[in-house]
């Protein structure tokens, strides 16, 4: 997968925006962005993903830049919920179907502070 | 519920002894994928397959081994185990669509079958 960077942990007060950063300066033309996140013990769970565009869904919004060397997950209010390890993947492209193994790198570990 | 079942939740057994870890995928999720995490390493990939094939390796022991079967499920047999082998287990599906798709690698993970090997 195409390397991807985040600071080891944030902390981030209840009720408040979660902005969570991710560099992946060698990121191909055709190669999407994906964030996923785990708590504590459970099994990851998918949030959202992108290639070019800003994308939102119900969980949280995605921006990346415009040279999409790096990308911004945001948790709009966070909840004390919220608190886990996030992940942020860049796949690589393989030609047939299925997609491989994603390779889950050590992410953010988000404290949300009441 | 994600949809993905593992069974079982927890298993304790001893050293030298094999276990076999099952995933049903969710429904219509043609690729399932095996992860191990240990409690001082992150997740680590171990294998997938594919529509019944094996489709990618990741860092699988040879004691390990896997297998999907017709009907989609898949079971993860471990065997000569030993206390190093103590961790999670996770089955992930995704429907298996091609890599250049939108939403290929949106991948869901089951609750995991925890492994205490004594």
């Known amino acids: 997968d195409a390397k991807t960077t985040q600071p080891t942990s944030m902390d981030c007060a209840e009720g408040r925006a979660a902005n969570l950063p991710c560099n992946h300066s060698t990121i191909s033309g055709n190669e999407y962005v994906y964030w996923y996140r785990q708590i504590h013990s459970q099994g990851p769970q998918y949030i959202i993903h992108?290639?070019?565009n800003n994308e939102t869904n119900e969980m949280a919004s995605l921006i990346i830049t415009e040279d999409r060397k790096s990308s911004t997950l945001i948790l709009p209010h966070a909840t004390l919920r919220d608190t886990a390890v996030y992940y942020c993947i860049v796949p690589p492209l393989y030609s047939g179907g299925g997609a491989d193994g994603l390779t889950f790198g050590k992410g953010t570990h988000l404290i949300i502070q009441p | 519920d994600s949809g993905v079942t593992q069974t079982p939740k927890h298993l304790i057994t001893a050293t030298g002894q094999r276990v076999t870890l099952r995933c049903s995928p969710r429904?219509?999720?043609?690729?399932v994928y095996w992860y191990q995490q240990s409690l001082d390493q992150g997740l680590q990939f171990l294998i997938q397959?594919?529509?019944?094939?094996?489709?990618a390796k990741g860092n699988i022991l040879e004691r390990f081994s896997a297998q999907q079967f017709p009907d989609l499920h898949s079971e993860l047999n471990l065997s000569s185990l030993e206390l190093g082998d103590s961790a999670l287990y996770f089955c992930a599906s995704s429907p298996g669509e091609g890599q250049l798709s939108s939403g290929a690698n949106v991948l869901t993970f089951g609750a995991g079958s925890r492994l205490t090997v004594l």
């Open positions: 429904s219509g999720d043609l690729s």
């Open positions: 397959y594919y529509n019944g094939e094996e489709r």
């Open positions: 992108g290639l070019k």
